[in-house]
């Protein structure tokens, strides 16, 4: 079994930054393509950003492009997502989830092809 923790979350104001990280332990390997979903009050689970488990390649949402960053340290198990600007439209509960799949330089943003998932933090951001 992989468990992901997430932490970081709280709660901010408009145009503060945050930073929310993702840990991975158990039954872990070098590797996991990695990514960030978020689920806002009421709605479905929707793609945030991913990252290769090689490569270094990401893939951001329109939605967040050029305002979150995805990132990851393999050495520390750990992925994390820089948040700036933030909007009250982020406000969330944000989710990193894994992939049980071969190394590879893909990036993933669909929530079928993930096999893990956190439990998700909550992210809030004020007017």
């Known amino acids: 079994q992989v468990q992901l923790l997430e932490s970081g979350g709280g709660l901010v104001q408009a145009g503060d930054s945050l930073s929310v990280s993702c840990v991975a332990s158990?039954?872990?390997?070098?590797?996991?393509?990695m990514g960030w979903f978020r689920q806002a009050l009421g709605k479905e689970r929707e793609f945030v950003a991913a990252?290769?488990?090689?490569?270094?390649?990401?893939v951001h949402a329109d939605s967040v492009k050029g305002r979150f960053t995805i990132s990851r340290d393999n050495a520390k198990n750990t992925v994390y997502l820089q948040m700036n600007s933030l909007k009250p439209e982020d406000t969330a509960v944000y989710y990193c989830?894994?992939?049980?799949?071969?190394?590879?330089?893909?990036?993933?943003?669909?929530?079928?092809?993930?096999?893990?998932w956190g439990q998700g933090i909550q992210v809030t951001v004020s007017s």
């Open positions: 989830a894994a992939v049980l799949r071969p190394i590879s330089s893909r990036v993933f943003q669909s929530r079928n092809e993930y096999d893990y």
């Open positions: 990252i290769s488990s090689i490569g270094g390649n990401t």
């Open positions: 158990g039954r872990t390997r070098s590797g996991f393509a």
